[in-house]
């Protein structure tokens, strides 16, 4: 999550069930509410992540002053949102709730070639909109999905987050230090058509590789050209935004080509190119929902 790994009370096994509790407690303008006022207390404590957040939304979308401020704080209220609706969704009644939060379907035609393909999909998403929410939509679809994270701080709290998954239909498969074998998983779950889906916009140490994102260089996961060049699979973004409604659409974008050539050093890094230059419009159209509380550019220009 962003502002994820941060070492608070929140960000730990506790603090999950605290917020599962209460999101389940009250009704959900009130939860919503309650998020809200908490994300903007903790956001106003942290200069750092201001500091990331007003740099990052300043060279997307050019803004400054009191119209940047203005989309900062519509950015933190949707992030604190999003938090709410996730608590919410996370119980044994999660597909009552997802189903009330989607309002509509975009795209589920490239979801629907991909799978007929029969090799596998990879659906890459980034810190944007309610990506956990995209998960369950997609195994309420009937789908079968598995997806990739990261081990959370504590054991109980990776255990825990898995348990929500499992209930609701979704697999995990853990990446990182002490999963040495998380790559060949994920090849044996593509080669049995099933879906992985994944996190790529800001990929933990040594997964990257450089890209240009908005005329300045980032890092993208290179999983998903890497998988697509050992399996074949179809390569394609998904994002759930959240509407002026309050409720969510899902959106599944074409599949990105992954061409091959005789070079797989070259093909690597121009195939997460293309990852990226399809990351740009969604982020470019909703960067009130692309939560990135960290620098993520290595030559962007300081925040004014």
Known sequence: MAWSKVKNALYTLGGFKAAFAVAHLLPRPAAQALAAFIGRVAYGRKAGAQAALRANLELVTGLHGAALDDLCTENVTNFSHMLADYFLCAGADAARHCDALIEGWSGFENLTAAHEAGRGTIIVTGHLGHWELGGLVLARRGLPLTVITLE????????????????????????????????????????????????????????GAPVRLFGHTTEFSTAPALLAQHTGAAVLPAFVIRQASGRYVSLAEPIIPMPVTADPRADLATNTQRVATAFESIIRQHPGQWFNYVPIWSDAPPSV
């Open 152 to 207: 959370e701080p504590s054991t109980g709290l990776t255990r825990w987050r898995e348990a929500c998954r499992r209930q609701l239909g979704i697999k995990t498969i853990a990446v990182g230090p002490g999963h040495p074998f998380a790559f060949v998983e994920m090849i044996q779950t593509l080669r049995r058509n099933e879906l992985v889906a994944m996190l790529v916009d800001r990929p933990y140490s040594g997964t």
